[in-house]
C-alpha cells in the first residue's frame, strides 16, 4: 500500500500485476523530499513506514512478506485511524490483469527459487481457494466486502498509458516512465502464450474464480494460433 498526503492517492499493491514496479515509480510521492530515494528494482525497507508525506508499505508488519500487500479492510482500517477523510476522498488505484495469463505468471513465481510448490500448472490451479492446501487469489487486495473500491484500475496489458492517466488525475507532473523498474518478470519465458498451460477444466476454474472481474474489465481467454 502507498499513500500520498501531497497527491491525495492510495495504491494497493496486486499480485503478479507488475504492481512492484508500480509501487517503487511511485514511492517517492509518499516520502519527504529531502528522502533519499533511488528507483532500484528492490525497495530498501528504509523506505517503508509511516511519514509526514505518506505511507510506504504497512509499517504495522514491516518485517512481514506481506509489509507491501496490504489488504483492503486493513488498509481502510489503518487509514481511518490517521483520518477518515482520506479513505473517502483519497484517488484509489490499482494494477489488474487478465486473471488466465495472471495465475501462469503466478506459477512460475512459485517455482522462483528452485523449491516444488506444484507437481504441475495443474495442481496449482486446484489449489486457488480450495481446500486446506488453498492458495489465496488476493481479491481482497482491491475488493472490500465483495466490492470493487478503486477509482481507476490500469490495466497490465496497457501499463505505461495507465501510469500516465494516474499522474494526470493526481496532478504529478514530474514523472519519468523511464523510472518504471522491471521487477520479478523473469520467471517465465514470456514467447509460450498463457492458453498453453490450460486444459478445459483449469480454464473454466480461473473463468469461475475471477468471473466479476473478467465481466468489469472486459478480459476473454485468449489462444496462441501461432
Known amino acids: 500500500m502507498l499513500v500520498s498526503y501531497k497527491y491525495k492517492f492510495i495504491f494497493f499493491k496486486t499480485i503478479k500485476t507488475a504492481s512492484s514496479s508500480v509501487f517503487t515509480f511511485f514511492t517517492p510521492y509518499c516520502l519527504p523530499s529531502n528522502h533519499e530515494f533511488k528507483y532500484e528494482n528492490e525497495l530498501n525497507d528504509n523506505h517503508l513506514g509511516f511519514w509526514k508525506t505518506g505511507i510506504v508499505g504497512n509499517a504495522l508488519s514491516i518485517?512481514?512478506?506481506?509489509?507491501?500487500?496490504?489488504?483492503?479492510?486493513?488498509?481502510?482500517?489503518?487509514?481511518?485511524?490517521?483520518?477518515?477523510?482520506?479513505?473517502?476522498?483519497?484517488?484509489?488505484?490499482?494494477?489488474?490483469?487478465?486473471?488466465?495469463?495472471?495465475?501462469?505468471?503466478?506459477?512460475?513465481?512459485?517455482?522462483?527459487?528452485?523449491?516444488?510448490?506444484?507437481?504441475?500448472?495443474?495442481?496449482?490451479?486446484?489449489?486457488?481457494?480450495?481446500?486446506?492446501n488453498k492458495i489465496n487469489t488476493r481479491q481482497d487486495l482491491y475488493k472490500l466486502n465483495g466490492k470493487y473500491v478503486c477509482n481507476f484500475y490500469i490495466k497490465f496489458e496497457n501499463l505505461k498509458n495507465g501510469l500516465i492517466k494516474v499522474c494526470d488525475i493526481c496532478n504529478i507532473k514530474d514523472y519519468d516512465l523511464n523510472n518504471l523498474t522491471n521487477n520479478k518478470s523473469n520467471y517465465r519465458d514470456r514467447s509460450i502464450h498463457y492458453s498453453n498451460f490450460y486444459n478445459n477444466k483449469t480454464k473454466d476454474k480461473v473463468a469461475s474464480l475471477y468471473a466479476d472481474d473478467i465481466k468489469k474489465f472486459d478480459y476473454e481467454f485468449e489462444k496462441n494460433y501461432l
Open 63 to 132: 518485517r512481514n512478506e506481506t509489509k507491501r500487500h496490504v489488504p483492503c479492510y486493513k488498509a481502510k482500517n489503518i487509514l481511518n485511524k490517521i483520518d477518515k477523510k482520506i479513505w473517502n476522498n483519497y484517488f484509489k488505484f490499482c494494477v489488474v490483469r487478465n486473471p488466465w495469463d495472471l495465475c501462469v505468471s503466478y506459477f512460475f513465481y512459485r517455482k522462483r527459487d528452485g523449491i516444488n510448490r506444484d507437481n504441475s500448472f495443474e495442481e496449482m490451479i486446484e489449489k486457488l481457494d480450495d481446500g486446506i
